[in-house]
C-alpha cells in the first residue's frame, strides 16, 4: 500500500466532525496535547527506569524483572493514553500530517519501537536469571534509541512543517 493510496482517509478524517471540531477549539487542542504529554512522560518515563538499571545505571539492588513488572502496568497505560489521544490530535491536522515526513518516520519508528519493546525487550526484562550485561545493555540502547527516534520525529513534525525535505533544502 503506497502512502498516496492513504490521502483519502486522512481527507476524510480531517474534515469529520470530530476533525473540524477539535481543530476549531484551542482549548481542545492544548487538552489533548497535554493529556499526550502525560501519557509519553509515563511511558518513556517507565521505559528509561528499566532501560537504565538494565544499563547498571538504575536501581541497582532492585531486579530488573520485578521493577519491569511493577512499571508495566504504569507503562502500558501511558502508551493507552498516547494511543487514545494521538488519534485526536491527528485528526486537528491530518492533512499536514499527512505531507509531512516527521509523522511518517514517527510512525514508523513507533511501530518498531512497539515491536520491539513487546518482544525483545520484554524477554529480557523478564528473564530469569538476568541475561549477561552485553545483552541487556544491547537491548537497552536499542530501546533508549527506538523511543528518542520516536520522540523526536513527534517534535520535528511541530518545527519543521509539512515536509523535512523542502526544509532541509533551505539549510543546503
Known amino acids: 500500500m503506497s502512502r498516496q493510496s492513504l490521502f483519502p482517509l486522512f481527507e476524510w478524517y480531517g474534515h469529520s466532525f470530530l476533525g473540524k471540531t477539535i ?40 531486579p530488573v524483572s520485578r521493577l519491569g513488572e511493577d512499571l508495566r502496568p504504569w507503562t ?20 499536514r500530517c499527512f505531507d509531512s515526513s516527521s509523522f511518517w518516520a514517527k510512525m514508523g519508528l513507533l511501530t518498531i519501537a512497539l515491536v520491539f519493546h513487546f518482544t525483545v ?22 530501546s533508549l534509541a527506538l523511543w528518542t527516534g520516536v520522540a523526536l520525529a513527534a517534535k520535528f ?15 543546503s
Open 121 to 142: 525487550h520484554r524477554r529480557v526484562v523478564m528473564a530469569e536469571p538476568a541475561v549477561p550485561p552485553l545483552r541487556s545493555g544491547l537491548v537497552a540502547c536499542t
Open 76 to 95: 502500558r497505560g501511558g502508551l493507552a493514553v498516547m494511543l487514545m489521544t494521538g488519534p485526536l490530535l491527528l485528526s486537528s491536522e491530518a492533512l
Open 23 to 62: 481543530s476549531a477549539s484551542s482549548f481542545l487542542i492544548a487538552f489533548f496535547e497535554i493529556i499526550h504529554l502525560i501519557g509519553m512522560t509515563l511511558l518513556i518515563g517507565t521505559i528509561l527506569a528499566v532501560d537504565l538499571t538494565l544499563l547498571g545505571f538504575g536501581m541497582r539492588k532492585y
Open 157 to 171: 513534525i511541530g518545527i519543521f512543517g509539512d515536509d523535512l525535505r523542502q526544509q532541509a533544502r533551505l539549510f
